[in-house]
């Protein structure tokens, strides 16, 4: 798998259009789902996901192919929806105060809302939602977030575990983590 | 614990199936991708066309117009071919055990329909003869032997009868075929390897062929030459431009 990735992109390299559509085609369904997971709106992960393709293209030279081409293509998908979201930050839509405490009004003891995991994850910081879909979304080990993220193993270790007790505490479980 | 498990599967199965998009989505992002990157500057360079051949006829200056519209198109159709790839590269590659930086530029032949980057800091393309010869720019001494990588294609014709061609030419000139195998480096080609039956000497011949897998009746032949003792440099500098050569169906 590594191995016909190796190959797909030495041939982007050279500039080639029909293996830069294959690796589109791999990376293109998880890619928009991760910016969807993000920004909630289907236009603005559509946009994301273009641009994003569009800079891994120009700037496939200064790809290290010694490193994960993964990690490096999700760097800049997070780093495009980062600075989209930063240009739409006026547009942002706030959580409006009767729909949360709906939401929080409906837990039972067992079972997890996860109807309400926008809301949810709505509420979380961006820093935390993130690693949250790096990893449940897109299956990422926490070595490969601090990749992506260029951060410690432990910051990412320590994000996520705030992250999910934040989530279990909204969506109606215990916060019971350790 | 096996709450926490459940959360966590709960969690990546809720996250997978909320952020399941129509595929449409993907095909028309792949389409705005496709006229970002590639459809752009060939729009541009017809609309730019069609300005220009508009005030041709307009002018009615005949037979100097007529030779530059000729040329226009010519260009516009090898700029057709060079629009479909990176202008210029710079390249790491491995000299003698060292790394260095290699600036090279697009060649391409929209003829033959192939493209090669060339290291155009000592060397360069010679078009137009019977194959598409990269020289050196600056002419070794007549005691030298020759230095060049030829690109040519052979029509109606398949692999195995250009190879035996190849093999009947260098017993002709007297070279030993010292290696004849499959290859993917730097190609994906039949690679014969012939020498000077004076050997070894610094300036012993070496003339390495490829030849591609037949294509419609259609055989890319690359014949690299040089000499021993330029093995390790003319050589491998031929071997890091071949790893470029793509042929554009």
Known sequence: MVDK???????????????????????????????????????????????TFIRVYRNIDSYDMSRSFKAWFYQILINE??????????????????????????????????????????????????????????????????????????????RLFKARKQLKGMMGGASDER | MKDNNLFDKQLEAELKRKTQL???????????????????????????????????????????????????????????????????????????????????????????????????????????????RIELKEELPDSYPDVYMEIRREENTTTEEVVADIKETLNNEEMEIVEETRTKNPIEAELIRGRGSKYPEWDTPIYQYYVTDSMNGQVFVIKQAYFLEAAEGHG?????????????K
């Open chain 2, 22 to 132: 129509d595929m449409d989505v993907k095909q028309a992002i792949w389409k705005s991708i496709e006229d970002e990157l590639f459809h752009s500057i060939t729009e541009h360079d017809k609309n730019r066309r069609g300005v220009w051949v508009a005030g041709i006829s307009l002018a009615a200056v005949m037979l100097i117009l007529l030779f530059g519209v000729m040329t226009e198109t010519g260009q516009a159709m090898i700029q057709n071919l060079k629009d479909l790839f990176i202008e210029e590269k710079q390249e790491q590659i491995e000299m003698e055990g060292q790394q260095e930086e290699l600036d090279t530029h697009l060649e391409t032949n929209e003829e033959l329909r192939y493209v090669i980057y060339l290291d155009d800091d000592r060397y360069k393309m010679d078009k137009g003869g019977e194959a598409d």
């Open chain 2, 236 to 248: 491998a500098r031929f071997h890091y431009m071949l790893e470029s050569f793509e042929i554009v």
């Open chain 1, 5 to 51: 990735e190796t190959r797909l992109i030495k041939k982007i390299k050279k500039g080639n259009h029909q293996a830069f559509k294959k690796l589109y085609d791999r990376f293109a369904d998880y890619s928009l789902r991760t910016a969807f997971a993000i920004t909630k709106n289907q236009s603005d992960a559509s946009d994301i996901v273009q641009e």
């Open chain 1, 81 to 158: 929806t980062r600075r989209y979201m930063k240009k739409k930050t006026k547009q942002a839509r706030s959580i409006e105060s009767d729909q949360l405490l709906d939401f929080l009004h409906q837990q039972t003891e067992e079972a997890y809302h996860f109807d309400d995991l926008y809301l949810a994850m709505d509420k979380l910081e961006e820093n935390h939602r993130t690693v949250i879909i790096l990893k449940y979304l897109n299956g990422f080990t926490e070595k490969d977030i601090a990749e992506v993220l260029e951060l410690n193993v432990n910051t990412v270790k320590s």
